[in-house]
């Protein structure tokens, strides 16, 4: 089993930046590809960034290609989630996820382990 914890969620005005957080505990020894989900309300979730294991191979939805940067810490089994220009439509609770593949999917399906999330909310 592999606990997902992020942090890093909160309000922040459009053209802000936020970074989130993702903290891996458990049967983390894998070299598993992990990813960031987002699901605003009255949406479907929607794939985000992933990252391989090693950080070679990384993955970025068109929306967010450019502004939002995926960047792991397997030391301290940490993926983080850089996001600047951040728009009204970012708005969304994000969420962190584990796959058993090494391979970063966008496909939500392909992942095993997810986190609780956490609320970004951005104003215009």
């Known amino acids: 089993q592999v606990r997902l914890v992020e942090s890093g969620g909160g309000l922040v005005q459009a053209g802000g930046s936020l970074t989130l957080s993702c903290r891996a505990s458990?049967?983390?020894?894998?070299?598993?590809?992990m990813g960031w989900f987002r699901r605003a309300p009255g949406k479907e979730r929607e794939f985000v960034a992933a990252t391989s294991w090693g950080g070679g191979t990384t993955y970025y939805a068109d929306s967010v290609k450019g502004r939002f940067t995926i960047s792991r810490d397997n030391a301290k089994n940490i993926i983080e989630l850089q996001m600047n220009n951040l728009k009204p439509e970012d708005s969304a609770v994000y969420y962190c996820?584990?796959?058993?593949?090494?391979?970063?999917?966008?496909?939500?399906?392909?992942?095993?382990?997810w986190g609780q999330g956490t609320q970004v909310n951005v104003s215009s």
């Open positions: 458990g049967r983390t020894e894998g070299r598993d590809a």
């Open positions: 996820a584990r796959s058993l593949s090494a391979v970063p999917y966008s496909d939500y399906t392909r992942y095993r382990y």
